[in-house]
């Protein structure tokens, strides 16, 4: 029997078509666990390229070329990693902002919410814990700002993984969307956006949605929407990035319903805003 290669890291290889690495998935015949040369696949950009060819009954197989080794499985983080970060008094650029921003007691509710921290090893970042819908840690973001302005420093590195890849090559990390442990135990909408420091100051501002972060464009995927399941789905992007993200949309399957939302375009002429602005820039702006 002729089945598609499951996903796991590096399963994709690229397509013969559009010449896009990483985009085109794999035939294997599960009889014999013998995978298909990548003559046979089916491409990912399903508009921009199309690339679709079975294999049928006749099709040789070769020499298998890829070995499938079973996917290593994902490794998770002790969770005293963010109580240790959450005990830290040390300066944190992030909460001087923050705190100016919705007082104190606004602060103590989100930094428990989102169990917020300080860096240990980078001083004034702040931590962002990535914890799944089922309670696991799978990394830690650790980002600085600027104390008045609540802006991302501007300077390289100002953006670290608290278990970098080059220091652990052995962990198997997965990330996730920051805030997925929030929306176990209740019904309320998912609002994604990019940003963890937005998904804050929104999950503040509009508390009738559970505000997660996607951290990178790239995570935005079908993959990664997997643990948000029969939810109802809002996806808020940066000003200028609808259209992506509008596209993007269109693959993520399995949600009750997902919207892209048109507020920040609606009021970008009143508000004055640019293009990579947020919601959190609308909003400090209202
Ligand atoms: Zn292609």
Redesign the pocket.
């Known amino acids: 029997m002729v089945s598609f290669l499951p996903y796991s890291p590096n399963s994709k290889v690229r397509?013969?078509?559009?010449?896009?690495p990483k985009?085109?998935t794999l035939f294997i015949n599960l009889n014999t666990g013998e995978i298909y040369p990548p003559e046979f696949g089916v491409?990912?950009?399903i508009q921009?390229?199309?690339?679709n060819k079975r294999p049928d009954k006749k099709s040789q197989l070769e020499q298998v070329k890829l070995i499938p080794k079973p996917p290593k499985p994902i490794d998770y983080l002790d969770i005293v990693e963010v109580e240790k970060r959450m005990s830290n008094n040390a300066k944190n650029h992030f909460f001087e902002f923050l705190k100016n921003l919705i007082g104190k007691e606004g602060m103590a509710k989100v930094r428990e919410q989102y169990k917020l921290g300080t860096s240990l090893i980078h001083p004034g970042f702040v931590t962002f814990p990535q914890i799944d819908t089922e309670g696991r840690l799978r990394q830690i973001q650790e980002v600085l700002y600027n104390p008045k302005t609540g802006e991302r420093n501007k300077k390289k590195g100002s953006q670290r993984w608290g278990f970098e890849k080059w220091k652990y090559p052995n962990l198997n990390l997965e990330m996730t969307y920051f805030g997925s442990h929030l929306i176990t135990g209740n019904d309320k909408p998912i609002a994604i956006v990019e940003s963890a420091k937005t998904a804050i100051i929104a999950s503040h501002f509009i508390p009738s949605y559970n505000w997660v972060a996607s951290i990178s464009l790239g995570m935005l995927s079908n993959e990664r929407c997997k643990s948000l399941k029969g939810r109802n789905v809002v996806l808020f992007p940066d000003l200028g990035a609808e259209p992506i993200w509008k596209k993007k949309a269109k693959y993520i399957k399995g949600m009750t319903s997902i919207k892209v939302s048109d507020y920040l375009n609606k009021n970008s002429k009143k508000y004055n805003l640019n293009n990579g602005d947020d919601l959190a820039d609308l909003i400090l702006k209202q």
């Open positions: 397509c013969p078509q559009c010449g896009k985009r085109l491409c990912d950009r921009a390229c199309g690339y």
